[in-house]
């Protein structure tokens, strides 16, 4: 292949699995694996060379953990043997990684394959990428830097900014909510932190891509986003794992403080392996006028469970919530959306749609939770759910609870089948039956994809109709 | 099978140990913050069978009923076409949750009623305490190819009091009548099951007490079985949580559950409704509509409407819910036309009553002139 853009290749490939292929061993430097234990936590300590305070922090999440019971409505982790999964992995890198070029050939093809240092170049301001545990590039185009940016791996940002970190780290998403924070707490590793100064605008996204290189492998990233007073960022996530035998198990975390009149965007667009059982702690605390916009597609993975959350903690603040779920295969994808009015005049908005086809199941669980006192606030919710084919499912739990006589709650919920008519009209102007699919798919989510970068939508674009040419030949 | 063979089998209704019922949880999942329960149990553990007295004298019945079940008292004055015994149908087990089992705990007598014939005049059902005692009733209905109207009169003064009422049906029409209207604790549980072609319109209004757990169960098993069903929760310094869980296996089976729910003077309003399509009721439709309104300062609403949908060829599944204050524009529009503001909102209480009210055709006034009588605290 030229140095022709790689995204006609993967516009071009069979499925996004297949890009990746399967999965390499590869050298790795040190690898953890056993019971969840003190001694592995100070281990993992010591290597990341941590402040005595982060190490504390991770053994008192780490007794939370062992308090703390398995929730009983989450399905398929039982299948989960945590003490066989590996805790933590480096790779082996020979120097420190200026350029991708300095990455070990293994771990950059994986980059390379997924078009992303081709992305980093044309349309983002910083990129972090994590394969594994570790973060193994991150770099910030000076431009950005100079204006006092601040986009470091998370490990970096503890030794180098303490305070900072110290002051939001865990205080918006903390370790006692439930065993899985507990745990992502006790054995973060990898990850971004990004600080974004007063005022200064970012714009072109900045983004976090993270790898899963190998089979029984627990991977526990932090990402950290602070938008100071006025700011404005938009920060993509992107996941992928190529295929391997055995499961491995996502358990990260995102926190975002937006300060008053911040604006943050979080876009996730998540495209695990169907190996991995995806388990996601994302929440947003907003202050005054302060807007934040999660957008959480979900694609990939064998079990997701996700709920982007936002707190909207100050007068006027506003979220919106996009979720898309895709289910294809006998795969489940547990998403919704939480908001948390506190202050007067907030408003938030979730917008749901998900897919479900060949036995897929999908299941929308939402929270929208107006306390006492945010006087005049809204929330709207609505979601939407087309099912394919007889064997699929869909499911919608939404809980509105309103404790003030001044705001509203409005909630609305649909699901479909695939309608004939539209099938039999557009088979009749000569698009074949998949071909169909995925276009009444696209149309039925584009109200979500109009805010996303053209390349991520064209990316986006090609998963489905891959999803759907797999079943029946590509059209 | 004759329904005569069946009832031999149930004679008797399941009994349960107390150290079985000491290992029985509220709910399953009471751990998810989505589906937990809103039930003050804590109020009703304070107030179980094994805190109270399980018996209690009969207090003044004011209505005339047919079947009255008063303290631990139990009349039958049961018009012709309607046969009473003892035990249940067995569509509630003691094992199911802890407020069941304090149910099956403190039963003394199940009865079973079998309608053979169309009833002219309403089959009037009343449960009534006045003691401070954990009281169980338990009332099971058989109807086959006839038309029946009920009410359900539920009356809880002082204590807790918990009434189960169990439905099955079969070709046959009922139009069901619940009124709740309770100051102390309360436990309701309708089960009822829907064979080939049974039509059910149901309208429950219920006035909560201290904290009342209303739940109406619907199985609709039979093929193009059909189930209107309305409710009016209601809770003027008091608790309700009112849960209906609608089940569809049958094909081209039918169901439509709306509610609107008041809070007002701290009042507390909860609504749960479920909706779930199993794979085998292909073509059928389902819809829930769940509104909660806020009417002052410091009530909560909670509306948790949730649909389920397990086959790819559904007619219509949807839901819509709300939790708001009255729609002020509305208000304002009909002030702007010389109304006052407590005539404005009266007329909204009872128009939203009567459109409820309007599936029903035989029971109809009196489900209206229930709703006048215990919505006067609302306005």
């Known amino acids: ?475 | 099978m004759r329904p005569n063979e069946l009832s031999k089998e149930h004679l008797s209704f399941p009994s349960i140990t107390r150290e079985t019922l000491e290992k029985l949880t509220y709910q399953k999942y009471g751990d998810s913050p989505t589906i937990r329960s809103y039930t003050k149990w804590k109020l009703f553990e304070e107030n179980s069978p094994l805190t109270l007295p399980t018996e209690a004298k009969a207090g003044e019945g004011r209505i005339r009923a047919n079947v009255l079940f008063s303290g631990s008292e139990s009349k039958f004055d049961l018009p012709e076409g309607v046969e009473v015994e003892e035990g249940t149908l067995g569509l509630s087990r003691p094992e199911e949750s802890r407020i069941l089992g304090f149910h099956f705990y403190a039963l003394k007598r199940g009865y079973r009623l079998r309608i053979t014939k169309d009833l002219l005049e309403p089959l009037v059902i009343v449960s009534h305490l006045s003691e401070k005692a954990f009281v169980s009733h338990h009332l099971s209905i058989e109807a086959e190819n006839v038309n029946v109207p009920i009410i359900i009169y539920e009356i809880s003064e002082k204590g807790a009091k918990s009434l189960v009422v169990e439905l099955r049906l079969k070709n046959a029409e009922a139009e069901i009548l619940t009124i709740g209207n309770h100051t102390s604790l309360s436990h309701y549980l309708l089960r009822a099951t829907l064979g080939d072609g049974a039509k059910v319109r149901a309208f429950t209004i219920v006035k909560g007490g201290k904290m009342s757990h209303h739940r109406e169960d619907y199985s609709l098993e039979g093929i193009k079985s059909e189930l209107i069903l309305r409710g009016m929760p209601i809770g003027i310094g008091s608790a309700v949580d009112y849960l209906t869980n609608v089940l569809q296996y049958g094909e081209e089976s039918k169901s439509e559950t709306k509610v609107n729910g008041y809070s007002h003077r701290k009042g507390w309003v909860v609504h749960r409704g479920v909706a779930k399509v199993f794979e085998k009721a292909r073509g059928s439709s389902s819809e829930v509509s769940s509104h909660v309104i806020i009417m002052d300062e410091g009530s909560l609403g909670v509306s948790v409407p949730m649909l389920e949908v397990d086959t790819g060829e559904i007619e219509t599944a949807s839901h819509s819910s709300s939790v708001a204050q009255f729609d002020e524009d509305a208000l304002f529009y009909l002030r702007s036309r010389g109304l006052t503001r407590e005539e404005a909102l009266s007329l909204f209480v009872h128009s939203i009553g009567e459109a409820l009210s309007d599936h029903l055709e035989r029971l109809k006034a009196k489900a209206r002139s229930n709703i006048i009588e215990l919505i006067k605290d609302l306005l």
């Open chain 1, 1 to 475: 292949m030229s140095e022709r853009s790689r995204l006609e290749e993967i516009l071009k490939a069979g499925s996004l699995e297949e890009i990746l292929g399967t999965a390499v061993p590869y050298p790795k430097e040190i690898e953890l694996k056993g019971r969840i234990s003190r001694s592995i936590i100070e281990e993992l300590s010591k290597i990341k060379n941590e402040p005595e305070w982060m190490f504390r922090h991770r053994l008192k999440a780490l007794e939370l953990f062992e308090k703390l019971p398995m929730p009983k409505w989450v399905v398929g982790v039982e299948e989960l043997d945590l003490e066989n999964l590996v805790l933590y992995t480096k790779p082996e890198l020979e120097k420190e990684v200026k350029d991708w070029d300095d990455l070990p050939e293994n771990i950059r093809k994986t980059f390379e394959r997924l078009n992303i240092p081709e992305i980093e170049k044309k349309f983002l301001s910083g990129l972090t990428a994590v394969f594994d545990s570790e973060s193994v590039y991150s770099q910030l185009k000076d431009e950005f830097e100079k204006k006092g940016i601040v986009m470091l791996p998370m490990e970096e940002a503890v030794r180098k900014y303490p305070d900072v970190v110290k002051r939001y780290f865990g205080k918006i998403f903390p370790a006692g909510e439930h065993k899985f924070s507990a745990l992502h707490h006790a054995l973060w590793s990898g990850g971004a932190f990004v600080y974004i100064p007063k005022g200064v605008r970012v714009p072109f996204p900045i983004e976090a891509f993270f790898v899963i290189g190998s089979a029984l492998e627990g991977q526990f990233e932090h990402t950290l986003v602070v938008a100071d007073e006025g700011s404005y960022v938009h920060f993509i996530e992107g996941c992928s794992a190529p295929m391997y035998k055995g499961f491995s198990f996502h358990d990260g975390m995102v926190e975002i403080y937006a300060h008053k009149n911040a604006t943050v965007k979080f876009t996730t667009i998540q495209n695990w392996s169907r190996n991995v059982i995806n388990f996601n702690n994302k929440r947003a605390i907003i202050e005054e006028n302060a807007y934040v916009e999660w957008i959480e597609g979900s694609i990939g993975s064998k079990i997701t469970y996700t709920y982007p959350a936002s707190v909207l903690k100050g007068n006027n603040a506003r979220t919106a919530q996009y979720v898309v779920s895709l289910s294809n295969g006998p795969f489940l994808k547990d998403t919704g959306a939480k908001s948390v009015h506190v202050g007067k005049n907030t408003s938030s908005k979730i917008v749901s749609k998900s897919i479900s086809a060949n036995g897929g199941i999908n299941i929308y669980r939402g929270l929208v939770r107006i306390g006492k006192g945010a006087k005049n606030s809204t929330a709207t919710v609505s979601c939407d759910s087309l099912i394919l084919d007889e064997e699929s499912r869909a499911y919608t739990y939404p809980h509105n609870q309103n404790d003030e006589p001044t705001a509203n709650i409005i909630h609305e919920a649909t699901i479909g089948k695939l309608s004939e008519d539209k099938l039999f009209y557009l088979n009749a102007r000569g698009i074949s039956e998949e071909e169909a699919k995925s276009l009444i798919v696209l149309g039925f989510i584009s109200e979500i994809l109009e805010g996303l970068p053209f390349e991520y939508v064209e990316v986006l674009k090609k998963v489905i109709e891959l999803e759907f040419s797999e079943v029946g030949g590509v059209g």
